[in-house]
């Protein structure tokens, strides 16, 4: 019986289920933000902005929860989608932003067919992506699944999934694992840190992020991006979102 029912805990979500899943990040509600400030001063990456208009830089964000704590007139709450983008000024969200559809050229998705194989990349991550990419081979999530596959070498990747800011001992390496990939290749830019650097990098030891020395594909968001927001990633990036 207990083994019944710890199987029908981990079972497989379906697509739909996927879909279904929201994972939130800051937005606020412009019926009630006053744009005080006090969220964006409160911000230990400068992730918000109240300039013109409030809006969120999830490249930045570190889903700490502390614009909402400062908040005294309860306008955020974590209901923002937090998406990928294929663009990374996609990633700055505010109430009025209209998101562009992430796609891959036609030319790459006709040679990559219904299957990616990735090779994961630790350009200086704290181990909080790897955790969660661990997870997409669990049960849960089953990415392979979806034709979608981590594979143990470069030579046999389609694409490089990099988490971390990209750190000074670290590029070397990634540099050797870039020039190791056939082409077409594809690039992900996993987690706050390896979008924007943040809260570890543009320092001496540390960069700014994947595109400050490889060109991004996708960049997905997140600190640490959810499993979720991942296989929505892929699968929407090679057009396989659509659900009967």
Same mark, same amino acid.
């Given at each position: ?10 079972? @497989? ?16 509600? &412009? ?10 001063? $409160?911000?230990? @990456? ?8 409030? /809006? ?41 932003? =209209?998101?562009? $559809? ?22 200086? /991550? ?16 089953? #990415? ?20 971390? &800011? ?7 390496? #990634?540099?050797? @694992?870039?020039?190791?990939?056939? =082409? &077409?290749?594809?690039?992900? $830019? ?14 001496? $030891? ?31 990036? #090679?057009?396989?979102?659509?659900? @009967?």
């Amino acid at each position: 019986m207990m083994q019944s029912m710890l199987f029908k805990k981990r079972r @497989t979500l379906s697509l739909r289920e996927l879909l279904d899943q929201r994972v939130g990040c800051p937005l606020a509600d &412009p019926l009630i933000c006053d744009m005080c400030g006090k969220c964006s001063e $409160a911000c230990p @990456t400068q992730a918000i902005s109240v300039s013109d208009r409030w /809006s969120v830089d999830l490249g930045k964000c570190l889903w700490c929860g502390d614009c909402l704590e400062t908040c005294e007139k309860g306008a955020l709450s974590m209901a923002g989608g937090c998406e990928a983008a294929g663009r990374r000024q996609d990633l700055i969200l505010s109430a009025e932003t =209209e998101r562009s $559809a992430l796609r891959l050229k036609d030319e790459t998705r006709k040679v990559l067919g219904r299957s990616l194989a990735i090779r994961e990349v630790d350009a200086g /991550s704290c181990n909080g992506c790897e955790v969660e990419v661990n997870s997409l081979s669990n049960p849960m999530y089953d #990415l392979e699944r979806f034709g979608i596959r981590m594979v143990a070498s470069p030579r046999h990747a389609d694409m490089l999934l990099v988490t971390g &800011p990209v750190t000074r001992n670290m590029l070397p390496a #990634l540099m050797k @694992t870039y020039a190791a990939t056939p =082409e &077409p290749k594809l690039i992900a $830019a996993l987690g706050t840190c390896a979008i924007s650097g943040c809260p570890f990098g543009n320092s001496y $030891a540390s960069g700014k992020g994947v595109s400050d020395v490889l060109p991004v594909d996708i960049f997905i968001p997140g600190c640490p991006p959810h499993p979720r927001t991942i296989i929505m990633a892929l699968l929407e990036a #090679l057009g396989r979102l659509q659900v @009967t």
